[in-house]
């Protein structure tokens, strides 16, 4: 099958937000190329493995890529996108000086190359990410194995962000807490918190292509009884007059996102009032340049923040209910 392939050249910033855009207009797949430099030490103190080729992407930078059916008027798609592209800059967000280009392509070309690259990664002492086509045996009994096929949705542990949360989970999460996780993507944190003792998780997400990979994950991992994942804009399932029962019980001790500042600034407050006193609020998917205004959103509605993560350009929050 032929696909007509949309290049966007941009920032590390602004990926998720473009990488919504082409979902939205109609995208069958999206795939993201960031910065990599293999000459820079890295970090194996938990083993990880680096297999993804060094490329020409300067630091800072990425490239995504989005797929469309045959027959679609890319052309149009483009200019729409284009335009929603450089609305970012009024939310503060920088798209850089996008370079936008477009071929067709075959389809083994994309849907299934980058697997090569997704292999086993420890990404924690106790949480250790295992692609569903890769063979791997843990190397002890405290070690909790994440099978997962991301597909399309967003969310491998490769991204800092991802790889923050859940190390900031195994820290934070203790058995039989009940969670909320917004924006699941894939399901990773959701499936992470279980593996670390959550009893129950409501898993979020507005966007129907990951609900849909977040629930093939819950069940590659055998917790559908367990995990219950739910297409909700943000927090709005819990509020009152929804008709859609939900697993946890409310107040719960733990919530989790992983989405852009923009969006969390949107439902600090929602998060709030979820959280039981004492609860724990983790906040990620945070670039550096909106780290102050997620703190003093956080600090205004109420909760302390104990914990300050970092990973390259991303920080991650833990914050407590007064």
Known sequence: MKWNE????TTEEAVEMITNFLHEAGAGGVTIEEHVDNSKPRDTSLGQWFEIPPNDIPEGEAKILGYFPEGIALDEV????????EELREYDIDPGQPVYSIR???????????KQYFKPLKVSDRLTIKPTWEEYTPQSDQEQIIELD?????GTGTHPTTSLCLRTLEGVIQPGDEVI???TGSGI???GACRLGASRVLALDLDPVAVSSAAENTRLNGLEDRIQVVESDLLSVLKQGVSTPISVKLPVRVVVANILAEIILLFIEDVYEALESGGIYI?????????QAVQDALLAAGFEI??????EDWVAFVARKR
């Not at 067709?104 to 980058?114: H, L, P």
Request: aromatic share 8%; no cysteine; hydrophobic share 40%.
């Open 306 to 311: 104990t914990q300050t993560a970092r990973e």
């Open 181 to 183: 996780d917004v924006g």
């Open 104 to 114: 067709e392509v075959d389809e083994d070309d994309w849907a299934n190359n980058w």
């Open 78 to 85: 483009a200019e729409q996108i284009k335009l929603r592209v």
């Open 150 to 154: 991301p597909g399309m949705a967003f």
């Open 189 to 191: 944190l959701a499936i």
């Open 6 to 9: 949309l290049t966007i050249h």
């Open 283 to 291: 906040a990620s998917g945070i670039y550096k340049n909106k780290e």
